[in-house]
């Protein structure tokens, strides 16, 4: 049962272009994430909200930007994006930290040309 | 050097037998999970286990904190079994960020 829901499922732009990605959840969680899977399949954390508040943010180019509206939502803006950016984002949610039970959506794939 | 390290990168099985990945770590830790991700899908939590053994139908999970390792026993495995299994910690010191290892792709074959 899906309770964690992505758009796009897939993306392809050109570098330059700006990209949003969203993210829902309909668990009543409070903590959502952005992840970075790689083409060696590497998950890596990006962001991190609870209660639409930033609590972790990563080492990430400038150029990816969060976005909570409220706390069952997530999006991901990326401004400019560049060829290493190629790659699939997934978010997630928990009921409260990273010690919870981390529930993923489908994930979004970017392809950049 | 990495943080979390899985073995082996991947394991091909006959229907039937059993399997046991493996999750090393590096450092401290305040919880340990694993992970199951279908081939091009998402990611669907299998365990979380911090320390001691727990049971989930054919799979069982295994956390030696002193020991620094964790270990995921499939028992005789299914196709369906096939994807990659992802072991994350989430380090002491480090809230609410979990640090996942490259994964275990399991392959098995009927």
């Given at each position: 049962e899906t309770a964690v829901f992505q758009t796009p499922n897939y993306h392809v732009t050109q570098v330059g272009n700006e990209v949003s990605f969203n993210c829902k959840q309909t668990?009543?969680?409070?903590t959502m994430y952005w992840y970075k899977q790689d083409s060696k399949k590497l998950l890596k954390i990006m962001f991190s909200y609870n209660n639409k508040q930033l609590i972790v943010n990563e080492?990430?180019?400038?150029r990816f930007s969060p976005q909570s509206s409220d706390k069952a939502h997530l999006n991901l803006r990326i401004k400019s994006v560049e060829p290493e950016d190629s790659a699939v984002y997934l978010c997630a949610s928990s009921?409260?930290?990273?010690?919870d039970t981390q529930y993923f959506g489908p994930g979004t794939r970017l392809l950049v040309l | 050097g990495q943080q979390v390290q899985q073995s082996p990168a991947s394991l091909v099985l006959q229907e039937g037998e059993n399997a046991e990945l493996q999750c090393n770590f590096s450092t401290s830790l305040n919880s340990m999970q694993w992970f199951y991700q279908r081939p091009g899908g998402s990611l669907v939590s299998l365990f979380y286990n911090p320390s001691g053994t727990k049971h989930s139908g054919r799979l069982t999970s295994t956390t030696v904190i002193k020991e620094r390792r964790s270990s995921l026993h499939i028992s005789s495995s299914q196709t369906t079994d096939s994807g990659t299994y992802l072991c994350a910690l989430e380090r002491?010191?480090?809230?609410n960020k979990l640090t996942f290892g490259a994964g275990t792709r399991l392959a098995v074959c009927p």
């Open positions: 668990l009543g969680h409070d080492t990430v180019p400038r009921p409260g930290g990273a010690r | 002491t010191g480090s809230f």
